[in-house]
Every structure is written in C-alpha cells, then in structure tokens.
C-alpha cells in the first residue's frame, strides 16, 4: 500500500485528462453517486480539477467550485476501483483544501454519502439547509433535488 501511494501525483488537470475524468465520473453518475458532466463542461472547467495519477494514469480527481463569497464545493471526488482506500482521496482533498486556503475562502463543504472519509478529512456533518447557494446552483439540475439524501459536512479553513 506504501508503495502505491509514494507512485501518486496530484495535479491540476489538463487537456488530455477530458476524456479519463468523464469516463470516471461517468461512472459514478451511473451509480447514481455523482452528478455527471459532460465533455463540453469539463472542458469548460477544467482548471478547477485536479487528478490524481499512477504511474502517468489518472486513477482519481476532484473540483473546487465557488458557491459564493465565503463558501466553495467539493465536486466530482472519485477514485477509481482497484485505488480506494490507499490515501488517494484524502490527498485530492488536502490539495482542494490548499487551493481554497490559496483564493482565502474560509469554508469549504461537500455533500456525500462518504461522511467517515470526510471526518477523517476535518470535515462535521451541518443540516444542508445552511447552504442556499448550493441549492440554486447544482441541485435545481439534479433529479434528486426534491429527494436528496446526501450529507452536508463542512470544513471551517479560518
Ligand atoms: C470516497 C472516496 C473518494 C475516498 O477515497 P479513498 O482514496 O478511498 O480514501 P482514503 O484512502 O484517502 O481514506 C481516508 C480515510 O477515510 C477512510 N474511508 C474512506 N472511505 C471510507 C468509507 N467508505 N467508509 C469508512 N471510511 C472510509 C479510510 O479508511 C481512511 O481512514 P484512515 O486514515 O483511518 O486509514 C472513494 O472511496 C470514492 O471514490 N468513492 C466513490 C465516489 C464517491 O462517493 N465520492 C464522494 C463524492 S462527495
């Protein structure tokens, strides 16, 4: 496990990462588990991904999305199977943090199912209400928004 994670490097995307981040997020929107993006987004919004890679294979990636003044999102958190569990997650996260610390934006949130990987990552579950910005961004596209059941934690940076 040691030696896998010494092999990973996280960076920010770049063109040629398109086509592996909408296969793995494709993937989990399938799932029913990530909202899915499409290539023309991606594109769009690639600066604001990172990737994590092994051996020169992306195997994991991560968004920062500004929600408002003083708030950005963590989207599109997923490692591939066969990678989970040796540090890759958290490392993406740590990076995500460093970046919102960078721009000075005080709290950083995500909504989930995975509420233990982001405790281990600082993170406390909040009651989702306390983010409106979120809810007039993403969730007025989402199928579930009148449904949804993902957790809110939040992570206080300041
Ligand atoms: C959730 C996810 C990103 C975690 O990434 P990962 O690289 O496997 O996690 P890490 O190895 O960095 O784990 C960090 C810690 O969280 C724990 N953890 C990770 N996933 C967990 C889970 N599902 N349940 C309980 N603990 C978990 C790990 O055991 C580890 O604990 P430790 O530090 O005591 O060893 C990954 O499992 C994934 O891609 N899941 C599917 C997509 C998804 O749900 N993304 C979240 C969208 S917000």
Known sequence: MATVCKQVVCRKAVQEDVEPLYEMIQGYAQQGIMLPRSRAVLERQLDLFV???????????????????????IRSLGISDGYKGLGI?????????????????????????????????????????????KVWTDCVNCSKQHACDEIAVLKMLK
């Open 51 to 73: 990737v994590a890679e092994v051996d020169g294979k992306p195997v994991g990636c991560g968004s920062l999305c500004r929600l408002g003044a003083d708030l950005v999102e």
């Open 89 to 133: 997650g958290s490392k993406i996260v740590k990076l995500l943090i460093e970046e919102a610390k960078r721009q000075d934006i005080p709290k950083i949130m995500a909504l989930t199912y995975e509420v233990a990987f982001f405790e281990k990552n600082g993170f406390t579950v909040v009651n989702k209400e306390i983010f409106p910005e």
